[in-house]
């Protein structure tokens, strides 16, 4: 008979109180408000206002529930690839949904036109290309779709040039703005929008089964009739689970991410959980946006209700005192939880703003070092766990910008010397290279990587193919002549 191994591991098993405080941890600015609305209506015993120092015999938290930020989170996970994904809920794909969708990293109110053209403008258009280029963008409607046929934009753009422009012509440049940032931009139907979008993914069988899912039966999908989905392409049902988490990942309206030409809707605007400035001697000084959290404190009546003698004798007066000690309990815990999650976020972030100072000081993003969960974790003293929940859906202000914590984990990628450098270096130095090819006759990626190598990176042509995507840099072939 086979035996069976087994082996004990030690965890440590969080109580109640402390897995409550990991969930204000993940909080941003906005949900902590509400949360302490609810709590406030939920606890008699808990009121606005500044908390009166308490003596230390009179305080009745237990000690196994005093909150210590060192010691709180160990066992939570034990590695980086425990933690969980964010969660994405189910988007709606009809072409008349009003769902928003918002990107990680830099809202600084970038319109969506002065996004392009910044990209545009590195692409080496003559005149007139660059002239057909305007009138596409400036024909995207707030979502991104460019909702007239190629004829009809010929035409005009015919009448206010002044000169016969070719129907192919503007598709050529309609293509090619195709495949700038945000993914997905001047499609003409939502179907070519998601496409777009996942031709840009790295293939894998769930992606092109996404793709032939939009391309043939997109109708059928959209209606989420998969049934006939799976009879028109011959795939599985666990196959098209697997192709609907690759489709719903993408962004359906692609120019929601950036700011509208006047204004942007309040609720897209973005509510920064700190701020950052420099002090004196261009020193960074950080602080928390808490303004419209209020002060908390302990009720007096109630605490009065537990310390008269009286309360404690008949059993209608016994019921009041341990209603009312019950309620003090919380109200005291959450007090302290909001206080140490206040002091958790000032340090993760004050750790983030020093690891990448020289960012915070020049605002350029080529300044970013390799960062880590792990180095934050070294760096605050905290745990990993949290520092992933610090930084989840919390942003910052900045002189530069507003970005999320998100975005300041970067990959590292290694020099011929040993050096670690940051992908964005990597990534700067892939335009310029691009930016100085013979556009006559464009470098393969194959030969984009031989330059990156004689400049010291250690790049392999897959991370090329990588990198020019996420830039949003077309094929060699498509770069010819632009």
Known sequence: MQSLQLSQKQTQRLTPLQLQYLKLLELNSLEMEERIKEELIDNPALEEGKEESIPEEEKHLEEEDTLNSDELI??????????????????????????????????????????????????????????????IIGNLDEEGYLRRDVSSLKDDISIAEGEIIEKEEVFNILKIIQELDPEGIAATSLQECLLIQLRHKSQSVAVE????????????????????????????????????????????????????????????TIIPDFSLDFGGERELSISLNDAHIPPLKVSTEYKDMIESPSKRGKNEDKI???????????????????????????????SIAEFQSQFFLSGEKSSLKPMTLRDISEKSGLDISTISRVCNGKYVETPWGTFSLRSFFTDKVQMQDGENVSREIVKQ??????????????LSDEELSKHLRDKGFLVARRTIVKYREQLNIPIAKLRRGV
Request: proline share 3%; charged share 35%; no cysteine.
């Open 74 to 135: 160990k066992g939570d996970y034990s590695s980086v690839e425990d933690m969980p994904p964010l969660q994405l809920g189910e988007r709606d794909f009809s072409e008349g949904s009003a769902s928003k969708y918002e990107e990680w990293g830099l809202r600084s109110g970038t319109s969506l036109r002065e996004h392009l053209e910044e990209q545009i403008q590195l692409l080496d258009f003559n005149e007139k290309e660059r002239h057909i280029s305007s009138y």
């Open 209 to 268: 089964n996404a793709i032939l899912i939009l391309e043939k039966t997109f109708e059928d999908f959209s209606k989420k009739n998969f049934q006939r989905v799976g009879e028109q392409t011959g795939l599985s049902q666990e196959e098209i689970k697997s192709a609907m988490e690759e489709i719903l990942s993408l962004n359906p309206k692609p120019g929601l991410s950036f700011s509208q030409e006047e204004s942007m809707d309040a609720k897209e």
């Open 320 to 350: 009041a005192y341990n209603f009312a000690k019950e309620k003090i309990e919380k109200a005291e815990w959450f007090v302290s939880s909001v206080k140490n999650r206040s002091e958790t976020l000032l340090i993760v972030m004050r």
């Open 429 to 442: 130095a892939l335009l310029e290279v691009i930016a100085k090819e013979d556009k006559s006759n464009p």
